[in-house]
């Protein structure tokens, strides 16, 4: 497993677990942070036993670990670029914050801090975002004179609705957890010690489950709001469909067609193929 310098990937009982680490900036993302993060999730994506990611920020320099989740995009980078870099780097951060939506197995961010700008749009590239009590949202790039660069003039509008969206990126105005809660931007609110346990339960559940069906659940829903209804029911049936060729399905289905006497089912070893 490689080194990175700004991020720190660890994969234990089939999760990897992906560190945002630059405690002097409070985890800002910069060109380099941006391109380890790009060579961790290949790394994660060659490990087939890695059956889901939780994606959280590290301790900033005084090491409080509920600080900052990801607090911008680097303003000290950005601040010298022409149109034309304004516009690479934009397309750097989008295609891997697009990555980490397509990607092949579920992305939960724990946001355990800040999550401005940028680190609000990379927790909307995730699967499923679970946050602390003193986490909170923002996209403030309009009194920085630019807008949302990493997809965020997109990715809010689809998960808390044009309005609030624009309220939030035209006002530059940030909002607390509770509120994050009620508008939908996030599924659940933990006290700070709680965040890391719950992120680590909710990604063993999903790992614990057949990868296969897991990973073509994702693709349907993904694949699906891009698509007319009529167009994304046929997705769905052809995943559907897909999975009976799966030596998860049949032994799952067998297994439960062969209960127990107390009616438990047993373990299913699934085998991601």
Do not use: H, W
Request: charged share 25%; aromatic share 6%.
């Amino acid at each position: 497993m490689s080194e990175f310098k700004n991020v720190i990937l660890e994969i234990a009982d089939s999760v990897a677990t992906l560190t945002i680490s630059r405690p002097a900036a409070l985890n800002a993302l910069n060109s380099e942070t941006l391109d380890e993060l790009n060579a961790a999730l290949s790394e994660i994506e060659a490990d087939s036993n890695v059956r889901a990611v939780i994606l959280t920020g590290g301790p900033d320099k005084k090491g409080d670990a509920f600080k900052s989740f990801v607090a911008g995009a680097d303003i000290g980078e950005m601040s010298t670029l022409s149109k034309a870099e304004g516009e690479a780097f934009g397309k750097k951060g989008n295609d891997i914050f697009r990555r980490i939506e397509t990607f092949p197995v579920p992305v939960i961010a724990a946001i355990n801090g800040f999550a401005l700008g940028g680190g609000c749009e990379i927790s909307l590239s995730c699967d499923i975002r679970i946050c602390s009590e003193n986490a909170l949202f923002g996209q403030p790039e309009v009194g920085l004179g630019i807008t949302p660069g990493f997809g965020g003039t997109q990715r809010l509008a689809r998960v808390v609705g044009v309005g609030k969206a624009k309220e939030m990126i035209y006002g530059a105005r940030n909002i607390k957890a509770d509120e994050a809660l009620r508008i939908g931007l996030v599924n659940s609110v933990y006290p700070a010690e709680e965040l890391m346990p719950a992120a680590q339960k909710l990604a063993a559940t999903i790992a614990g489950n057949a990868p296969i069906a897991v990973r073509a659940c994702k693709k349907a829903i993904n694949d699906g709001l891009d698509a007319s209804m009529d167009d994304a029911i046929v997705i769905e049936e052809k995943l559907f469909g897909s999975c009976f060729e799966t030596e998860d399905q049949r032994a799952a289905m067998a297994n439960f067609l062969e209960k127990d006497p107390e009616k438990k089912l047993k373990k299913v070893p699934f085998q991601n193929k």
